[in-house]
């Protein structure tokens, strides 16, 4: 019986790629282990899934606290060689991650015990993760056709990892009222304002569910009708496959999710400010291929989030066509035939 241990994290959109495989391989009687960071959260959703989960050392580069990134490299030495332990003690014949700094160390690991691993860039282009593991991952998958030009020659298009419930999702999709606002797993401050801002406004054409992350409940206005605020949601693709409209982050996963699930949506990328301008390049992409109305940060208020709403509803038809065309195919099965290849030698 192989095992494959997972790593990656510190988002959902690190997590979830891993789970589809997981559906995919778990019907196949592998084994699995995940290996991630305790302060995550991804423990919470492979716990879910029945994963054991085990936890490492991570060091992350902050783009905002230079003095905090001396300890950084110190920190993935630490992680690899706690990744190290993990392995042996799985014995391991493979290892997958979705980049992130969660996942190197485990790469690095694997490459010295001799371990097969593959790497998955969800993202349009590479994140630091991704290239500081060119020397050490054994391939490398993508969900974007062109990223596999930004990784080395042994890399393949896969498509993106979507679990294999999101296509019965859409084929049972009734369309209620209502309107789903996230801000990725952690939520997002200035989505939060706007939204809030604009809720009168909102409730009086959607029911609105507003999943605003940990510790952001807004309690003056928990008694809103129409306006139902949450931390966070366990199976958010349940809520979007119901929604008739959907504001979010531009986070890779969500944004094929929404393909998928073939919702009308608003994405807010996180701009160049905070991020390395991933997502600015996923929502371009998508707006390009014409499935995604794309509102940037700098823009966003409550007047301009009521119009790309009305913008995106009114036009719902054509994005619902543009994702129809748009090839998501089957990821999971591509990436979980990589693995079991890896394995055997």
């Known amino acids: 019986m192989r095992t494959l241990v997972f790593g990656g994290g510190g988002t959902a959109g ?21 290996a991630g960071s305790s302060a995550g959260i991804e423990a919470r959703l492979v716990g879910r899934e029945g994963i ?23 920190k993935v030495v ?7 332990q993990v392995l042996r ?31 998955h860039e969800c993202d349009l282009t590479p994140g630091l993760a991704v290239r500081l593991a060119f020397p050490f991952a054994t391939r490398f998958s993508c969900s974007f056709s062109t990223t596999r030009d930004a ?27 209502t309107l789903v606002v996230f801000g990725g797993s952690l939520g997002s401050v200035a989505i939060n304002t706007a939204v809030r801002a604009a809720v009168r406004e909102l409730t009086a054409r959607y029911e609105v569910v507003h999943v605003c992350g940990r510790g952001n409940i807004d309690q003056s206005l928990q008694h ?9 949601v366990d199976d958010l693709p349940q809520l979007l496959a119901r929604a008739r409209a959907v504001v979010a982050r531009a986070g890779s996963s969500s944004l094929w999710e929404l393909v998928q699930l073939r919702v009308p949506h608003v994405v807010v990328p996180l701009p160049l400010s905070v991020s390395r301008g991933d997502q600015l390049a996923n929502a371009a992409y998508f ?5 995604t109305l794309v509102l940037q940060q700098s823009d966003l208020s409550a007047a301009t989030l009521l119009e790309a709403l009305v913008r995106v509803t009114a036009h719902a038809q054509q994005h619902i066509a543009a994702m129809k065309r748009m090839e998501v195919g ?16």
């Not at 690190?14 to 995940?34: C, I, K, M, Q």
């Not at 060091?59 to 001396?70: C, D, M, P, V």
């Not at 896969?158 to 019965?168: H, I």
């Not at 707006?287 to 499935?291: A, D, I, R, S």
Request: include cysteine.
């Open 330 to 345: 089957a990821g999971a099965e591509r990436v979980a035939a990589l693995l079991e290849c890896l394995a055997e030698g």
């Open 224 to 232: 809103v009708e129409g306006y139902q605020q949450l931390e966070y």
């Open 14 to 34: 690190h997590v979830t790629p891993s789970l589809a495989v997981f559906d995919v391989l778990e019907a196949r009687g592998w084994n699995f282990l995940y």
């Open 89 to 119: 003690r799985a014995r391991a014949d493979v290892v997958f991650t979705t980049g992130g700094y969660v996942g190197l160390p485990l790469i690095v690991a694997a490459r010295l015990l001799g371990i097969p691993s593959l790497v």
């Open 78 to 84: 630490r992680g690899v060689f706690d990744a190290m």
């Open 151 to 177: 990784l080395p020659r042994r890399a393949v298009h896969t498509g993106p990892p979507l679990r294999k419930y999101m296509t019965a999702l859409r084929e049972a999709r009734e369309v209620s009222n």
């Open 52 to 74: 054991p989960f085990q936890p490492i050392s991570v060091g992350k580069w902050q783009r905002k606290r230079l003095l905090a990134n001396l300890k950084t490299p110190m």
């Open 287 to 291: 707006e390009q291929h014409g499935t």
